[in-house]
Nanobody, 124 residues
Framework: QVQLVESGGGLVQAGGSLRLPCAAS????????MGWFRQAPGKDREFVAC????????YFPESVNGRFTISRDNARNTVYLQMNSLNAEDTGVYYC?????????????????WGQGTQVTVSS
């Protein structure tokens, strides 16, 4: 089992940047594929980014492609979401997730563990 704790959220102006770390407990972090999702009020949780277990390949939806990057540091048991050129549509609670499956995991049910989330608010 793995426990996930997100941080780094806050209020940022449109056009600004934020970096969200997600720290994982346990010694098996390197065996999980990792993902980020977000949820705006009244909307479903949506996929933001994921990074593969074996290849380290990253996947993004079109809405954030070119603005967001995802990376992982297995020595620190941490995955990062770097968000640039933020706009009001990026506002929401951002969740980190871990999966024992491979890569390219873009839907909620592919993930086994979730963090509590961190709020990101972008002011226009």
């Amino acid at each position: 089992q793995v426990q996930l704790v997100e941080s780094g959220g806050g209020l940022v102006q449109a056009g600004g940047s934020l970096r969200l770390p997600c720290a994982a407990s346990g010694r098996t972090f390197g065996t999980y594929a990792m993902g980020w999702f977000r949820q705006a009020p009244g909307k479903d949780r949506e996929f933001v980014a994921c990074i593969g277990l074996l290849t380290g390949n990253a996947y993004f939806p079109e809405s954030v492609n070119g603005r967001f990057t995802i990376s992982r540091d297995n020595a620190r048991n941490t995955v990062y979401l770097q968000m640039n050129s933020l706009n009001a549509e990026d506002t929401g609670v951002y969740y980190c997730a871990a999966s024992r499956k491979g890569e390219g995991l873009t839907i909620v049910r592919d993930y086994d563990y979730w963090g509590q989330g961190t709020q990101v608010t972008v002011s226009s």
